[in-house]
């Protein structure tokens, strides 16, 4: 070997046998952390992950509740165009179906007064539209729908019913983006565009043109109806970095209905207003999470009649308030202040035939809550969660004061089966009441008082949901009973307003009422075909001893059975199927048993108090959607939608008719038995 390659050579072999040292150590060091599982998976050359794609749009959060997507509204039958997301709550198990003059939900055989709607968690009072035919929410401003049927967290708010909240999309759109429909009643559009990296807008209208184009035809027996309506919303959100973030959120709606009765030549008009304000500031940091938000809220309606005289009755409720939600951990703290302000149904007469009335005074009531809740885990598959929400509410010298506690209890059996118990107390200190409710912003929010002392519920809810054949379908069954207190009925008629000094008081009725009742769902979530059946059975009853309502009666709204039908079909890229079909017992009413007529005045004798029932209530709707463009984000097409496809004339409530000196007992119906409807749109 040559003198000049000889440290060459050395510092080769060196290095090989460095190497060497450190691949045997890398060796020894890999194997020791390979396990036998990870050495028989790692000579698999080629793994295919399959499973079913899961195309129902309603999910399931904590303790059973259920979080329904908007984008399922588009493949669903529209009302006149209109895809309203009260309408479709209705259908969903434990809320109950109601007449066409009302929009109210029923949830657990509660009733409509006692739940919580809100945005964001913002409350709305009487969001319903077209008398109660569907409600004030655009749809397509929302990104989804959550529904909870009773208290499960101290973070509910005091109500004693359900609790709805639509839900604002959170995140900043790609790029410029909207929806528009236009349908035979009305149109509407959305519009969401990126304002720079830090915020977005998001604007939606609503604008009803039915005068326009059916105003000849809009009758009921002879009565001639004129009406508009429009809802305007609007969501900007700005987020300075990665941890907060603040939006604001806005709503405006009004509604104006006109009739003339040409047999008593009378016309009626009347306009209700609501309005809504947030600020939100959302802050999140390792291990907690602040929400605060501050807000206002008002509706506010006006009632007047023309005949020999005029006749006024305005009502309003206005709400500010603020709120705040701490998260760390395990542990939920919050605090809820609201000012209302109630101007009760105050009329006023003039003409030759009058009775005085004092304008009703305003109420101002002052409301804090203050709760804290716990969740923790003692076994591997159960979650405890519990807490307390103490509240005070100050109304003039009247303070009222409760701690509501809760406690719910969840466990999951695998993945695919779940059990969950809920009971709570709460209290619910305003109310709404009045002599109809048939849709009509003839009702009026007041506040509780001494002669009306706060409403409030024992509940208790258990539940069972399993998953069958891969998660693609899921059956759930519920119990829940409710026990009531302090109810309010109101014992009076238009009437009073003519014959006698008006008092609100006199006319309220004070009782207890129970509901109990079995909640049974089936859904298909995968396929082509997806939705889902539900059967109910409940009961609803109230007593108001000491009252001329005697005994123990059935609820004005109670639906011992109800049978829901939800289902959509993709028939390939360009058509879709839609339909849904309720079959319901009648509710109850109190018929009159014989008539008199005294002085050419009808005065009725009336038999058990809610002792008699409707008919059968039945409907199906079915709706076609054809997509003439899909590309990407970009989609037009038409919606053929029938509203109660097989005319089934249901009854809405009886009434007593005069007309050429005869008088008949007989039902009301809606207008149109048969309502189809074309509508346009757009995506892009």
């Not at 529904?147 to 609790?163: H, P, V």
């Not at 604001?248 to 009004?254: P, R, V």
């Not at 719910?408 to 619910?428: C, G, I, M, P």
């Not at 002085?599 to 809610?610: K, Y």
Request: hydrophobic share 35%.
């Amino acid at each position: 070997m040559k003198k000049g390659r000889y440290p060459i050579v050395c510092i080769a072999r060196a290095y090989r046998m460095m190497m060497t040292c450190v691949m045997a150590v890398s060796l020894q060091t890999v194997v020791a952390q390979v396990t036998p599982d990870t050495l028989r998976e790692s000579v698999v050359q080629e793994v295919v992950v399959k499973g079913k794609r899961v195309t129902s749009a309603v999910s399931r959060g904590d303790l059973g509740e259920l979080q329904v997507s908007t984008s399922f509204f588009d493949d669903m039958p529209k009302i006149l165009g209109n895809a309203d997301p009260l309408h479709y709550a209705q259908l969903l198990p434990g809320v109950q179906t109601v007449s066409e003059y009302d929009a109210g939900l029923h949830i657990q055989g509660s009733d409509n007064q006692h739940n919580s709607v809100t945005w964001n968690g913002v409350p709305l009072y009487n969001v319903s539209h077209l008398l109660g035919f569907f409600s004030v929410f655009n749809a397509s401003h929302f990104s989804q729908m959550r529904l909870r049927k009773s208290a499960t967290t101290a973070e509910n708010t005091n109500r004693i019913g359900g609790f709805l909240d639509m839900c604002s999309f959170d995140s900043i759109p790609p790029r410029l983006s909207g929806e528009l429909t236009v349908g035979p009643m009305s149109s509407q559009g959305t519009l969401k565009t990126r304002l720079g990296k830090k915020s977005f807008l998001v604007v939606s209208g609503r604008q009803a043109y039915l005068n326009w184009l059916y105003g000849r035809w809009l009758q009921i027996d002879g009565t001639r109806i004129r009406y508009s309506f429009y809802d305007y919303n609007l969501t900007y959100s700005y987020s300075p970095d990665t941890r907060n973030r603040l939006w604001i959120d806005l709503y405006a709606g009004n509604d104006r209905v006109s009739y003339q009765d040409a047999d008593y030549q009378s016309e009626a008009r009347l306009r209700w207003v609501n309005v809504m304000g947030a600020l939100h500031w959302e802050t999140k940091g390792t291990g907690w999470h602040l929400h605060q938000k501050i807000y206002t809220t008002s509706y506010r309606n006006k009632f007047s009649m023309t005949e020999e005289f005029r006749f006024r009755l305005p009502s309003s409720v206005t709400d500010w308030g603020y709120q705040g939600k701490l998260n760390v951990g395990a542990y939920t703290l919050g605090a809820d202040m609201t000012a209302h302000r109630f101007s009760p149904q105050s009329p006023s007469m003039e003409g030759s035939f009058s009775v005085p009335h004092a304008a009703q005074p305003r109420q101002h009531a002052k409301e804090l809550s203050l709760y804290g809740s716990w969740k923790c885990s003692p076994l591997r598959n159960m979650l405890f969660r519990m807490g307390v929400r103490a509240n005070m509410y100050v109304i003039g010298d009247d303070r009222f004061y409760s701690a509501d506690p809760h406690f719910a209890a969840e466990y999951n059996l695998r993945d695919d089966s779940e059990f969950h118990l809920t009971a709570s107390v709460k209290h619910q200190y305003v109310f709404k009441t009045g002599f109809s409710d048939a849709g009509l912003p003839t009702e009026f929010w007041a506040s509780c008082n001494a002669d009306s002392p706060p409403q409030y519920a024992y509940s208790v809810a258990l539940g069972h949901g399993h998953y069958l054949f891969g998660r693609s379908w899921h059956v759930s069954l519920d119990f829940y009973y409710k026990r009531l207190y302090h109810q309010v009925e109101y014992d009076g008629s238009v009437f009073d307003f003519f014959y006698e000094t008006y008092q609100p008081e006199q006319h309220l009725l004070h009782g207890n009422g129970e509901n109990f009742g079995l909640n049974l769902h089936v859904e298909r979530r995968t396929g082509k075909l997806t939705g889902w059946v539900s059967y109910s059975v409940g009961r609803a009853f109230r007593r108001f001893p000491g009252t001329r309502l005697h005994g123990k009666f059935p609820a004005s709204h109670e639906r011992i059975h109800e049978l829901n039908a939800v289902a959509t079909y993709q028939l390939g890229r360009r058509w879709s199927l839609g339909t849904t079909f309720v079959y319901a017992s009648g509710t109850p009413f109190t018929a009159p048993r014989a008539f008199y007529v005294v002085n050419e005045n009808i005065v009725s004798d009336f038999a058990g108090h809610n002792a008699n029932t409707l008919r059968p209530y039945m409907r199906l709707d079915l709706s076609v959607n054809y997509k003439l463009v899909c590309k990407g984000e970009r989609e037009q097409g038409f919606n053929f939608s029938l509203y109660n496809a097989t005319a089934k004339n249901n009854d809405i409530y009886y009434r007593l008719k005069l007309r050429n000196g005869k008088f008949g007992y007989k039902p009301l119906r809606f207008v149109l038995p048969l309502m189809p409807s074309v509508s346009y749109y757009c995506k892009f």
